[in-house]
Nanobody, 117 residues
Framework: QVQLLESGGGLVQAGGLLRLSCQHS????????MGWYRQVPGKQRELVAQ???????TYADSVKGRSTISRDNTDNMIFLQMSSLKPEDTAIYYC???????????WGQGTQVTVSS
């Protein structure tokens, strides 16, 4: 059973910088595609960024150019660094792990990010 624990959320001023972390507690971290999603009340959860086992990355258009997702295969962690934050980035951010063969997904509890204007 994979457990994911996010950290790094909080209140940030518009234009500021944020770094989210996610600790993957299961084994075989390198068998998982990892991603960051976000959700605001009343809306569907949306992909923010994803990183494959090989390090290939995908970003939502809304964060492209001001976000970087990375993974540390030694410490079983992923990170999301976001700059030039906007009030519309306010959401709960979730870490996701998806097994590359079984496609089973695990989710973290989420961390609140609030960007003040």
């Amino acid at each position: 059973q994979v457990q994911l624990l996010e950290s790094g959320g909080g209140l940030v001023q518009a234009g500021g910088l944020l770094r989210l972390s996610c600790q993957h507690s299961g084994s075989l971290f390198t068998m998982y595609t990892m991603g960051w999603y976000r959700q605001v009340p009343g809306k569907q959860r949306e992909l923010v960024a994803q990183i494959t086992t090989g390090g290939d990355t995908t970003y939502a258009d809304s964060v492209k150019g001001r976000s970087t997702i990375s993974r540390d295969n030694t410490d079983n962690m992923i990170f999301l660094q976001m700059s030039s934050l906007k009030p519309e980035d306010t959401a709960i951010y979730y870490c996701q792990a998806r097994h590359i063969f079984t496609a089973l997904e695990s989710w973290g509890q989420g961390t609140q990010v609030t960007v003040s204007s």
